[in-house]
């Protein structure tokens, strides 16, 4: 009787330790993350606010402007468009997302998750679907912003363009969780991030038109992953589609940073 008391007992502990979180669990995951973004005021609004003042101070500036080469469309179709849009996804994903995971191992949270059933995987998968939710947000608003202000067109290539959106936001998380997995301190993340930032989008024409940078400059920064983007996103807006080289640098950018980070990430 004794034996096979024990046996049932042991029968029930297995199947207790073998159960994972369930939906709850990660629902409450996500929600919390969510509120951690929001209390976070510098980096929710500076993502949503800063493409959309790029967006107005030159559409107030090109307004009119046609593109005789491209009957229907504008500067601001080809070039700004795609330039906020990239702005939108990479300051989430090179500066926002990696400060926090930074923050969660300084502070033990992650050494602390990995010894309870909610991995610390967990906590990465919440990110990156906040982030995915912020961006998609801010894709939207200036999407409808330049359409309502500025008459701005959709891309005529529109499949084109959404995988477009879809490789540069993978590309931008890559990229963040090297940086989360290089940084041994929040403070450090930030710093990095926005190092790597400006310099992605110093030369992709962050603060003008390739066009006005010395050519071996221009020629690097096309093939690094803000520069490709903004090339390839144009690509699309103007049907043409993106070229394979743009792609290319993306998906490179995805593999190699994403190995990259799997490899050095530290969850203490």
């Known amino acids: 009787m004794t034996g096979t008391h024990h046996d049932s007992t042991a029968a029930e502990a297995g199947n207790l330790s073998a159960r994972g979180p369930g939906p709850r669990a990660w629902l409450e995951l996500v929600r919390a993350e969510s509120r951690m973004v929001v209390r976070d005021t510098a980096g929710l609004l500076i993502p949503l606010g800063l493409p959309l003042l790029i967006l107005v101070m030159n559409g ?7 593109m005789p080469e491209l009957s229907g469309l504008t500067p601001l179709d080809v070039y700004v468009l795609p330039l906020v849009l990239t702005i939108v996804m990479s300051t989430i994903g090179v500066i926002n997302m990696p400060s926090f ?18 991995h610390p995987v967990m906590v990465l998968v919440a990110q ?18 330049g359409m309502l202000w500025f008459d701005l067109s959709l891309p005529r290539d529109v499949l084109g363009a959404l995988g477009v959106l879809a ?8 990229v963040g969780m090297l940086i989360a ?35 071996p400059v221009a020629q690097v920064g096309e093939v690094l992953p803000f520069g490709a983007a903004v090339q390839a996103m144009g690509g699309a807006w103007a049907g043409a589609g993106p070229e394979s080289a743009h ?10 940073c994403g190995v990259l980070s799997a490899r050095l990430f530290r969850w203490q």
């Open 167 to 174: 490789l540069t936001a993978a590309a931008m998380y890559a």
């Open 181 to 215: 997995a290089l940084s041994p301190t929040p403070n450090s993340s930030v710093a990095i991030g926005l190092v790597t930032f400006f310099a992605l989008g110093a030369t992709g024409g962050l603060f003008g038109g390739t066009s006005t940078l010395p050519e």
């Open 60 to 66: 107030m500036g090109a307004a009119g402007e046609a």
């Open 101 to 118: 995971l930074a923050y969660y191992r300084k502070s033990g949270i992650l050494r602390r998750l990995s010894v309870t059933p909610a």
């Open 128 to 145: 990156l679907v906040i982030s995915v939710a912020q961006t998609a947000l801010g894709i939207t608003l200036c999407l409808l912003a």
């Open 247 to 256: 792609l290319l640098s993306l998906v490179v950018t995805v593999l190699v």
